[in-house]
């Protein structure tokens, strides 16, 4: 399907992109994560590149793609690429920006799951003040941070 879409569309067509992202979306529905992830990575850095890190399919093959190689069994290749998403996205967004709130869970989520259990709290600890101030402390989303920091904390 990925190549077919290459013979017709434009490499850098937007309608490639969704081609190749609901194929990487139906080998993770099958099981394959690590499939998706290598199915998805060329396109995800394309559409960064392209389209900019905050456009709306460049974000989501990028969480998509972060997703992946987490449930793939790499973690850490997770987190490395949501450091460098959280980067790119923090320079176009204010902090209370949803879309970089979402880079920043999950990549304290995939550090977590690494092992880095202080990168991790630090993590939702920063994220935490910002749903503070912005949802305040009892926000269900507030409290649910305040238990994984403990628990990164924990763990740690």
Same mark, same amino acid.
């Not at 290459?6 to 139906?26: F, K, M, N, Q, Y």
């Not at 879309?99 to 202080?118: I, K, M, N, P, T």
């Given at each position: 399907?990925? $190549? ?7 490499? $850098?067509?937007?309608? &490639?992109?969704?081609?190749?992202? =609901? ?22 850095? +394309?559409? +960064? ?5 905050? $456009? ?10 972060? +997703? ?12 490395? =690429? ?21 880079? +920043?869970?999950?990549?304290? =989520? ?22 503070? #101030? &912005? ?6 989303? &507030? ?7 403990? #628990? ?5």
């Amino acid at each position: 399907m990925a $190549d077919l879409a290459r013979e017709v569309l434009p490499a $850098d067509d937007a309608g &490639t992109w969704l081609v190749i992202l =609901h194929l990487a979306s139906a080998l993770y529905a099958a099981k394959n994560p690590a499939a998706a992830a290598d199915r998805l990575a060329p396109v995800a850095a +394309r559409a +960064r590149q392209v389209l900019g890190p905050v $456009d709306p399919l460049a974000l989501v093959a990028a969480l998509n793609l972060a +997703r992946y190689l987490g449930e793939g069994g790499h973690p850490s290749a997770a987190a490395k =690429h949501l450091a460098e998403l959280r980067a790119a996205v923090a320079a176009a967004l204010p902090t209370s920006d949803a879309r970089l709130s979402e880079v +920043r869970f999950d990549l304290a =989520h995939w550090l977590a799951a690494a092992g880095e259990h202080q990168a991790a709290a630090t993590e939702y600890r920063a994220l935490y003040a910002d749903y503070c #101030q &912005t949802y305040g402390p009892d926000a269900p989303a &507030t409290v649910r941070l305040y238990e994984l920091i403990n #628990q990164a904390t924990s763990e740690g």
